[in-house]
């Protein structure tokens, strides 16, 4: 009976890590891009919306997914390595990343379960979470490169016109290291930050803008494009959108 390798099983996991998390990346830039554009040319806001939704799912899915093989494709490279894994500083250096990686993901895929749709609701929160998920991503091509150093002896990060340092030391430097703790760390106390965050700016918004956003039950004076509109305060220019019939709450234009 044919068995497979665990040289080749842990290509097929990396590969699968790589892809998925790519993907889990362009759609988070893109759907950062578009949740603190107000307009974007060229697509009406019932697209963008649709827009929205389909990126959010796809780094949501593509993350959460990620994260389930990339201990596998740690465990098939350990396996694979035939021992080196403890004394090769380029396989060191790959176990630690990835480790780093491991949590820098779960940071990123537990801050979006656990506050949902608030992260996105101010400029700040949304930046901070897209950071969050691209230096997540950041790891995870590290761990990519040093693969590639250690099969084939060059990376894509050879182009840099320096050094990242990190395929000579046993451990990475200590630059790095303080570097990814520190950013580690910032990771997980936003995970308990952000409810705080999302309250304080709740308790503005309700205590300075009562009267600003036109209430549920309010009555659409205008249908278009698959929404319904309002002027809110009655006789500005203000205008407020919902989709038609939702009876959600109404979002400036």
């Known amino acids: 009976m044919a068995t497979i390798s665990a040289g080749t099983f842990h290509v097929i996991h990396t590969e699968l890590v790589v892809g998925i998390l790519s993907l889990a990346a362009i759609s988070l830039v893109l759907l950062c891009v578009l949740r603190l554009s107000p307009k974007v040319p060229f697509i009406t806001l019932e697209q963008k919306e649709r827009l929205v939704k389909a990126f959010d799912n796809t780094q949501m899915v593509s993350s959460s997914f990620g994260l389930i093989f990339i201990p596998i494709a740690m465990v098939s490279g350990i396996i694979a390595s035939e021992g080196e894994a403890t004394t090769n500083p380029i396989l060191l250096n790959k176990i630690i990343l990835s480790s780093i990686s491991i949590g820098a993901w779960l940071a990123f895929v537990v801050a979006r379960f656990r506050h949902g749709d608030s992260v996105w609701e101010t400029k700040g929160m949304a930046i901070v979470h897209t950071i969050n998920g691209l230096f997540a991503y950041f790891i995870t091509t590290l761990v990519a490169t040093l693969g590639g150093k250690y099969t084939r002896n060059e990376s894509l990060y050879d182009l840099l016109p320096f050094s990242l340092g990190i395929y000579e030391a046993i451990i990475a430097p200590s630059w790095l290291n303080i570097l990814l703790i520190f950013i580690g760390v910032i990771s997980i106390i936003m995970l308990f930050l952000l409810p705080k965050l999302v309250e304080v ?25 698959g929404f319904e509109w309002v002027t809110w305060p009655e006789g500005s220019s203000e205008f407020y959108y ?6 959600d709450h109404w979002k400036k234009h």
């Open 201 to 225: 700016d709740n308790t503005l918004e309700s205590v300075e803008h009562i009267d600003s956003i036109p209430p549920i039950s309010l009555s659409a004076s205008k249908f278009s494009d």
């Open 242 to 247: 919902r989709l038609e019939g939702s009876n």
